[in-house]
Nanobody
Framework: QVQLVESGGGLVQAGGSLRLSCAAS????????MGWYRQAPGKQRELVAA???????NYADYVKGRFTISRDNAKNTMYLQMNNLKPEDTAVYTC???????????WGQGTQVTVSS
């Protein structure tokens, strides 16, 4: 069983930065796809960024140039560096892992990010 624990959320002023971490345990996830999702109040959950086992990345248009996703396979950990944060980035950020070749999905519990104007 895979467990994911996010950390690094908090309250920051607009223009500030935060770094989220998603630490995984339970199995080797070096061949997995890892991603960050977010859900703001009253809105659907949406993909923020994803990273493959080889390091290929994909970003939502609204975070390109501001957020950077990365991973450390040796530590089974994924990161999201968020710069130039905006009030509209306020949401619960959750990490997701998709394992291969036997496809399974795992979600973290989420961490709150609040950006004040």
């Amino acid at each position: 069983q895979v467990q994911l624990v996010e950390s690094g959320g908090g309250l920051v002023q607009a223009g500030g930065s935060l770094r989220l971490s998603c630490a995984a345990s339970g199995r080797d996830l070096s061949r997995s796809v890892m991603g960050w999702y977010r859900q703001a109040p009253g809105k659907q959950r949406e993909l923020v960024a994803a990273i493959s086992s080889g390091g290929s990345t994909n970003y939502a248009d609204y975070v390109k140039g501001r957020f950077t996703i990365s991973r450390d396979n040796a530590k089974n950990t994924m990161y999201l560096q968020m710069n130039n944060l905006k009030p509209e980035d306020t949401a619960v950020y959750t990490c997701k892992v998709t394992t291969f070749p036997a496809i399974s999905y795992y979600w973290g519990q989420g961490t709150q990010v609040t950006v004040s104007s």
